[in-house]
């Protein structure tokens, strides 16, 4: 799940690659995004010990202070969190737009 | 990359670029948990129904149609999407219809069901968004609203032709001096073959149904736990303080909807901590806030308040309750240090 996205097929393989994954339409169509019910399951699994549902709809609210109280920094991007929320909120992609953000501050 | 069709450079495929993770375990949705909690109160509906007839289906029918016509009424107001297909609205309606007494006429329930969704959940901004558990936010407002048709005499009417309501609540028995004669023993409370509202009668449906949402992890088990820890500690207490009061420990834990309630009402992910640590506070404040306001105040049931109560400091449980980051330095050490 921690894999980066290539957008051009000439990327090269190099010795490094462990895989390639390609998704189709069909694969995704399970992805639709509806309200975070505070489960608690994203907390659960984060093995940094963060709380993504705070962080990610912190980043939706541009609430960028709260996003530093809530260490945003030390997300490593894994995608536990997103892999189980049942509400399929995208976590890791809020959570990486907060981090941009504070990069680019 | 663009290329033509030709056998030697075939067309370049459509690619969708995006960060993962791209895939969603596909066990779990929130329509999932909600279908999890209407079967987990499969046994309580059916204690009902076996208890209080027919009246437990209409009282039921009356909540789980007004709730789902409300959510779709206060959604299309809100100007937001109507989502009944995640069933939140049922499982609302659901829980209201068995706190109802099974007397009540059938504009308690409507009235209920519209000041749950409106005001406990639209009001904020759908689902997800409240702080109050909507259910109880409607049954704290018809039981203040409708007192007459909600008090303690409208369970009782011997005519009725149901066996259960020629005798008082066990609770309401135990709250007036002379009623002490007709308090149930611990098992006719733990079946349900007691008056009282439609879903808290037996501990036992309530008991197999909460235990099955907390196997399917659609109900965090260390609230119901903690509730029920909470209430036999300040029972016992109570107990201690007073040793001629009419409640045991026993009954605290099997009369009245403390079951129905730390299983099915205080374990609403919405209205409750996110942090294990927080839903053990939460829940032995419920527990313990239970017990007193059945001891100390004019009410003889607690549960509507005692959620409401905590679910009220259910943000600041969160707020103490921040877990430390991986190697990280505490969140309110942290704060004082910045």
Known sequence: ?105 | MAASGTPLAPEAPRLHVAPGPHLVSAGRSTRGMMVDALVGLAPVLTAAVLVFHEWALLQLALCLVSCALFEAVFARLGGREVQLADGSALVTGAILGMSLPWSVPWYVAVVASAVAIGIGKAAYGGLGQNVFNPAMVGRAFVMVSFASVMGAASYVRPGAGLAVVTQATPLTAAKEAAGAADIPGLWPLFLGVTNGSLGETSALACLVGGLWLCWRRSAAWRIPTAVFAGAAAAAAAARLLDPSSALGVGHHLLAGSLAFGAFFIATDPVTSPLSHRGQWLFGAGIGVLVIVIRLLSNYPEGVVFAVLLMNAAVPLIDRATVPTPLGGVPPADREAAS
């Open chain 1, 1 to 105: 799940m921690m894999g980066f996205a290539v957008g051009d097929l000439a990327a090269p393989i190099t010795k490094g690659t462990s895989g390639v994954t390609v998704l189709t339409a069909t694969d995704l169509a399970r992805s639709r995004e509806t309200a975070c019910v505070r489960c608690g399951r994203c907390i659960e699994v984060c093995p940094m010990g963060l709380v993504p549902t705070r962080l990610a709809l912190a980043v939706r609210a541009r609430a960028w202070e709260a996003t530093r109280r809530y260490s945003i920094h030390a997300c490593m991007e894994c995608g536990c969190c997103a892999w189980e929320c049942p509400a399929r909120i995208p976590l890791v992609q809020l959570i990486r737009v907060g981090k941009a953000h504070r990069a680019a501050a």
